[in-house]
């Protein structure tokens, strides 16, 4: 929590003391201020389990990623949604990533051919400035390319490539794809982010 405040601080808005605009922003920051202490719980809960998240990432519910923690890399200025990680093997998430509600990545299955019906655990690599949909799967071993969009409800069994776009269950490659130059920040839009000024993020 501290590093992000600190971002909103050193970047904030400074509207004349006493003027209209000082009020209309300092309310703004005291209505965020649950919001603000909620992703410092988040943020502490998974440090102390030996996640490496950075201070800027946004958490609608941290309290659905389990499993072995210390694995866990999150880059800066990325948005995890209400979605559940279920971290058995390493899970390593870039900048800029969007995962929306629902989402399920998941490290470890069963080897189905096998009698003893054995775990089966892989690492997911989540480059920069992807996008994954609502209600999408993530299987064990998966990387998502940088840029790369998950359509809701995919279910990704294979290797995205950057700039893809998947669908379907399995997800497929589309013939379009995103552009390769992407400048955009997911926590932008957020009223936490917006409240203190939104190119905090910059």
Not at 99 to 115: M, Q, R
Request: aromatic letters at 8%; one cysteine or more; proline letters at 4%.
């Amino acid at each position: 929590m501290l590093l992000l405040f600190l971002q909103f601080w050193k970047n904030r808005d400074r509207p004349s003391f006493g003027s209209r605009e000082w009020f209309r922003a300092w309310a703004k920051r005291a209505q965020q201020l649950p919001n603000l202490l909620k992703q410092g719980r988040f943020h502490s809960l998974l440090k102390r389990a030996g996640a490496q998240v950075d201070g800027t990432v946004f958490f609608s519910d941290a309290g659905l990623i389990s499993g072995q923690l210390n694995t866990l890399k999150i880059g800066e200025h990325s948005f995890v949604g209400r979605a559940e990680l279920a971290v058995h093997a390493s899970v390593t998430i870039g900048r800029y990533v969007c995962i929306n509600d629902g989402v399920k990545i998941l490290t470890a299955s069963h080897d189905v051919v096998d009698p003893a019906w054995r775990t089966v655990a892989k690492p997911i690599v989540i480059e920069d400035h992807v996008w994954i949909a609502t209600n999408a799967l993530i299987l064990p071993g998966v990387t998502v390319g940088r840029g790369a969009v998950v359509a809701a409800g995919a279910v990704v069994v294979k290797d995205v490539p950057p700039q893809g776009i998947v669908a379907g269950n399995p997800a497929r490659l589309l013939d379009k794809c995103r552009v390769d130059h992407l400048d955009y920040h997911p926590t932008n839009s957020l009223a936490l982010f917006r409240a203190w000024r939104s190119s905090v993020t910059s």
